[in-house]
């Protein structure tokens, strides 16, 4: 049976699979994304791989139905991609273009941040569900959204910023989208910092995360969780700000979407069931009562395979109207 290639491209690395038609991956490698010059070479690099793969393993491109990729930025219906300022792309860089003019293959393109949720809902923590929204807590904060069993992509292909929802209505937490009090001001890695800056400024209690903070204004997401599970008073207090305002933007898409899950992944995620439990209890603090119980908060599954895995999927289905 003919395969699929994936492709998870990322401001720093590019992962590539070869997936089966039930979703198992075959074989997956990686390699640096090549950002220099304006990322003109971001594409030839990844086609070339794929080229060397396909070659290496004796087959031919007529052995697989297609290529799907997601990527940063906003993806205008040509299949180009603009604003994705970690790759270099800020005008629109035709990739779809590129593709199919070296490798003769459908080739479908969406953002990451959706591609990931697609994975999920295929092999990960939506298996089974019609209705998911994820939220992707890394750097940024990205987000997809599936109703009805439909990437919903809005009317130029920007729906789904999560990250760019209003939490925090005073100016307290700048976003770099040069709005104030964002998610992604206060929910992502970065935000962590902002938080951090903010509670410091008043704090006069007695924690090592302080003292470390004091002296580098930064707090990775993996010392937080470990101080603030040693009941470390600087964490707790930067902890508990940081999930009452995830809890609070995922009782805001509850309402408006009413999901059957809300799926947390990204690097942050790795805090595992704590973090769940302390966006869930304010979830339900927040959330319109009659629709508590019909959404679910669940922990991503497939960690960096989700992407490629839901890159896989569009192949599989979009040319067929289900999404």
């Given at each position: 049976?003919?395969?699929?290639?994936g492709i998870d491209l990322?401001?720093?690395?590019?992962?590539?699979?070869?997936?089966?038609?039930?979703?198992?991956?075959?074989?997956?490698?990686?390699?640096?994304?090549?950002?220099?010059?304006?990322?003109?070479?971001?594409?030839?690099?990844?086609?070339?791989?794929?080229?060397?793969?396909?070659?290496?393993?004796?087959?031919?491109?007529?052995?697989?139905?297609?290529?799907?990729?997601?990527?940063?930025?906003?993806?205008?219906?040509?299949?180009?991609?603009?604003?994705?300022?970690?790759?270099?792309?800020?005008?629109?860089?035709?990739?779809?273009?590129?593709?199919?003019?070296?490798?003769?293959?459908?080739?479908?393109?969406?953002?990451?941040?959706?591609?990931?949720?697609?994975?999920?809902?295929?092999?990960?923590?939506?298996?089974?569900?019609?209705?998911?929204?994820?939220?992707?807590?890394?750097?940024?904060?990205?987000?997809?959204?599936?109703?009805?069993?439909?990437?919903?992509?809005?009317?130029?292909?920007?729906?789904?910023?999560?990250?760019?929802?209003?939490?925090?209505?005073?100016?307290?937490?700048?976003?770099?989208?040069?709005?104030?009090?964002?998610?992604?001001?206060?929910?992502?890695?970065?935000?962590?910092?902002?938080?951090?800056?903010?509670?410091?400024?008043?704090?006069?209690?007695?924690?090592?995360?302080?003292?470390?903070?004091?002296?580098?204004?930064?707090?990775?997401?993996?010392?937080?969780?470990?101080?603030?599970?040693?009941?470390?008073?600087?964490?707790?207090?930067?902890?508990?700000?940081?999930?009452?305002?995830?809890?609070?933007?995922?009782?805001?898409?509850?309402?408006?979407?009413?999901?059957?899950?809300?799926?947390?992944?990204?690097?942050?995620?790795?805090?595992?069931?704590?973090?769940?439990?302390?966006?869930?209890?304010?979830?339900?603090?927040?959330?319109?009562?009659?629709?508590?119980?019909?959404?679910?908060i669940s922990l991503a599954?497939?960690?960096?395979?989700?992407?490629?895995?839901?890159?896989?999927?569009?192949?599989?289905?979009?040319?067929?109207?289900?999404?």
């Amino acid at each position: 049976m003919k395969k699929i290639i994936g492709i998870d491209l990322g401001g720093t690395s590019v992962k590539m699979a070869i997936i089966s038609h039930q979703g198992h991956i075959i074989e997956k490698w990686s390699m640096p994304t090549m950002t220099q010059n304006e990322g003109h070479k971001i594409v030839p690099s990844i086609i070339e791989s794929i080229q060397q793969k396909i070659k290496e393993r004796h087959e031919v491109v007529d052995d697989y139905i297609g290529i799907g990729m997601g990527s940063p930025g906003t993806i205008l219906e040509d299949g180009s991609v603009k604003g994705a300022y970690n790759l270099n792309w800020v005008n629109p860089h035709p990739v779809k273009a590129l593709f199919e003019k070296e490798i003769k293959l459908p080739f479908i393109i969406i953002n990451d941040a959706n591609s990931a949720a697609l994975g999920e809902l295929w092999q990960g923590a939506g298996k089974g569900c019609s209705d998911l929204v994820m939220l992707t807590l890394g750097t940024g904060v990205g987000g997809g959204i599936i109703c009805q069993n439909r990437l919903i992509e809005g009317a130029s292909g920007s729906a789904g910023e999560i990250g760019h929802i209003t939490v925090d209505f005073t100016d307290k937490f700048p976003c770099s989208c040069g709005k104030y009090g964002c998610l992604e001001a206060i929910a992502s890695a970065k935000g962590l910092n902002n938080l951090g800056r903010i509670i410091a400024k008043d704090y006069q209690g007695q924690s090592s995360l302080y003292q470390e903070f004091q002296a580098s204004q930064s707090v990775e997401a993996e010392d937080l969780i470990t101080a603030a599970k040693a009941n470390d008073d600087f964490a707790l207090k930067i902890f508990g700000s940081f999930s009452k305002y995830l809890g609070l933007a995922c009782s805001y898409l509850a309402n408006i979407l009413n999901p059957q899950r809300i799926v947390i992944g990204g690097g942050i995620s790795k805090a595992g069931e704590y973090l769940k439990e302390a966006i869930d209890k304010n979830f339900q603090e927040y959330v319109f009562q009659p629709i508590k119980d019909q959404t679910q908060i669940s922990l991503a599954e497939l960690g960096n395979d989700a992407g490629i895995l839901g890159a896989a999927y569009l192949i599989l289905v979009k040319e067929s109207g289900k999404l």
